[in-house]
């Protein structure tokens, strides 16, 4: 047994390494979890490091937990209002879209790599989801901005595609152990996953809310160790119980990402922190667990695989799926492009080792080499093709005006704009003369080009823009005095 | 920053087909949305009918600024349009509406949206002015009016 402080001087240089190459990544263009894989290989046994590293049940347990924390992350920073748009297309990716691209691959694998069609077909479930993490790292990055509904419904859609996945893969696995298993029992275990996975999911967020306003703990430290636990509490229980874990801690994160809550920014930062070291822990372990000389058998019909997975698969997967909606075939044609493939297969491709089919372990190497290529062609070039395909949205300017905002999180106030009504009672009128609600202010006055800042003496006049700070249940009062007509005679 | 910074013919109609308020903001919205500044029209149409709803843009004399801010612009959009009916636009004054400006902000730009929002408003106060714009019969002219206006509007 090897003590504890090597394991810690090993595992604390090579998260070092990982977050320093992580700014390579932005004068590369390579995405941050190649870079990742790519610490950990060299610092595997047949690398420079020379770590002996050879444990699928552990390198698979960290990625368990490592993506729970990033599902949960990625959750908390999806804007509801932006997805809500696009929650059917995403869900049919995620479910049907996924299955397609599992049995393309299945059949591709079968028909012309003469591999028996049970194992074809696990191979592509395996590798069926597109990585949330990849994909929001990609997309969240500087260089890319994109027009519309495509980003929500990518992001949503490598959210929320894992569980299809898993679920995908040890069924597959079932049938492959012991083939007296039927459709039927997988399609209402299918069911079962889902349904279980988001309704707790959902519940558990909403507990999650209250639970975090109610109580009142002594120390502010102590509410991102209780948000970390309930996390986990959310993906263990659900797992529990039969339902998908994943799904409901996504659904979780969703949920307290678009609730008020105390400590919000400070618990927003923990798990921003959280799911990057997640995701270098993960990598590095998965790095780790590949013997890159294993590779090189496996690169012929790697690129095979792949190659058919970019480039008939998955656009085949989201042109069947997304056929009845209003996307153009550009934006299908990206959406197929954004088919970044990440640690979810690897994870995956760690079961059928721990299960002990027979050659798991070539099928690991090949998904291995399978998400390298997906993630270094496929994610270096998304910005290129988002241009050439005409998606792209001119990057947001940042520019410094005398008056920038931000509606209050937790306060009902609001700044509102609104114009003096050219016949309104109140041209020609000061300030306090008006008779505005005591806790509301009129911050300023926009008169033609100029800004004036108001006193309580100041006159409006028609066709004024006036910002003013007020209490939401005080608006229909400050409506009512703008709009009070001026008596003919006066 | 001048209204005609941000207008081009593009954005300007005459004649605007449409018998209420909706079909009006709608079009005008739509028309809006044919820039390359937009990235999410159903954003700003939420955020231009949730502004309506605090309280109607339609500040008097046949004109309305409908307005609102929202981070799916990249800079600020207008559109305007002269109607071919009038429309009845909940106005304050209870005068129907045949001009309409629509004028799209961002979030974190506070202080260039209200600039232009009393611009608009100060220019459209003016009777003169409302009749020469309701007599053009093309966008280019629309546009010509406007500058000459916001030339002489510069000078005084």
Redesign the interface.
Known sequence: MIGIEYILLAGSVLILISTAIGKLSDNLGVPTLVLFLVVGMLAGSEGPGGIQFDDPGLASSIGIVALVFILFGGGLDTKWQDVRRVLAPAAGLSTFGVLVTALAVGGFAHYFLEVPIEYGILLGSIISSTDAAAVFAVLRSKNVSLKGRLKPLLELESGSNDPTAVFLTVGLLAIIRTPETTLVNLLSLFVVQMGLGGVLGYFMGRAMVVLLNRLRFSYEGIYPVFALAFACLIYASTAVLGGSGFLAVYIAGIVLGNSTFVQRKSLFRFFDGLAWLSQIGMFLALGLQVFPSRLVPVMTIGLLVSGFLMFVARPLSVFITLAPTTFDWREKLFISWVGLRGSVPIILATFPLLAGIPRADLLFNLVFFIVLTSALLQGWSIPLVARLLGLAAPLERKKSHPLEFEPVVGSDTELVDLTVPYHSDVVGRSIVELGLPSNSLIVLIGRGDQYLVPSGGSVLEAGDTILILVNKADLPQVREILSRRKAPDD | MKITDILTEQFIKTGLPGATKEDVLNALIDLAATS??V????KIREAIFEREK??S?????G?A?P?GKTDAV??IVGALAVTAQPIDYK???EQPVRIVFLLIGR?????????L???I??L??KEEFRSRLLGARSPSEVLDILRQEEAT?LEA
């Open positions: 390359d500044k990235q999410d029209k159903e605090i309280m843009t339609g500040v008097g004399s004109f600024i307005h990249t800079d106005s304050l004054d979030d974190s730009m506070v202080g260039p949206h209200i600039k929002l009393s611009r408003s100060r459209m106060n509007y």
